[in-house]
């Protein structure tokens, strides 16, 4: 067997439809699940030629946020657009993971790195399909409404350094899933949406150990390089994330996710 972890990896960057690229994230998790409790034949890391971009399907048109139509939260309309968002969000998220895996792969790591990831990877597979699920369930579909353009953008700018990489992704963009979830899971329960309410509560549990990830691993490197994490992170940030961090802030959650306050409100706007 030649398949190595990177060029699964680099499979699911070349998958364009939204469904299928979900299912070979699952599937690529599974494959390397089983070689790492000895269930299969072990799968190496590998290297690999991730593209610049990842393939996504011809639909969501992508807009600049500007031009993305606002809707009141509070209308039918505004839930389902806010569904569609965070679809869009995981399938980006899938795509993240995969990337740090593929991109990265020239970087000495433990295997415990790429089981994070590799997790990290499923659970965004997962979390995109039950998004996808209440959208069809609304007679919408994902790629019905347009979505942000430039989400791929923090992985442009960081890809040529794994702890831009790590400071960005998941320590400021996906702590910031963090911060609104909770929000948003009032809403829909306050709308008796008990199906949006139980997948975003899924997500919110899960997504505490992507940002944990990005902490542990963006510390493992500074010590390997002898730096200041908190320094390196406000200074990582400020050169690659464009914009100020928002409050308020889910302190306990980013706590337990490894990220004290003085790492985040200093560069809060
Ligand atoms: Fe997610
Ligand atoms: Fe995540």
Redesign the pocket.
């Known amino acids: 067997m030649t398949e190595t972890l990177a060029l699964m990896a680099e499979s699911v960057l070349r998958t364009g439809d939204a469904r299928a690229k979900a299912a070979r994230s699952r599937e690529c998790a599974a494959l390397w699940r089983a070689s790492r409790a000895g269930e299969a034949p072990e799968i190496a890391v590998g290297t690999a030629a991730p593209p610049l971009r990842p393939a996504r399907p011809e639909e969501p048109e992508l807009l600049d946020p500007r031009d993305v139509p606002r809707r009141r939260p509070g209308s039918e309309q505004g839930r389902a657009a806010l569904l569609h968002a965070v679809a869009h969000i995981e399938l980006n ?1 899938v795509d993240l993971h995969w990337d740090v895996i593929a991109r990265f792969s020239h970087v000495p790591l433990p295997p415990g790195f790429y089981d994070d990831w590799v997790k ?1 990877a499923d ?2 597979a997962k979390h995109f399909g039950l998004m996808a699920d209440c959208l069809e369930a609304r007679g919408l579909r994902y790629g019905a409404l347009p979505a942000h353009a430039g989400m791929w953008r923090a992985a442009e700018d960081t890809g040529h350094d794994l702890m831009a990489r790590l400071a960005v992704v998941p320590m400021v963009l ?1 702590a910031r899933g963090l911060d609104v979830t909770p929000g948003m899971i009032d809403l829909f329960r306050k709308h008796g949406e008990d199906a949006a309410v139980s997948a975003l509560e899924t997500i919110y549990a899960e ?1 505490v150990a ?1 940002v944990a990830y990005g902490s542990k691993w963006f510390h493992f490197l500074c010590g390997r390089h002898d730096r200041d994490p908190k320094d390196v992170f406000h200074a990582l940030v400020r050169e690659h994330f464009h914009g100020h961090l928002k409050p308020p802030f889910n302190e306990e959650k980013r706590a337990e996710a490894g990220l004290p306050p003085d790492f985040y409100w200093p560069l809060a706007g």
């Open positions: 998220a990290a659970e965004e996906e997504e992507h």
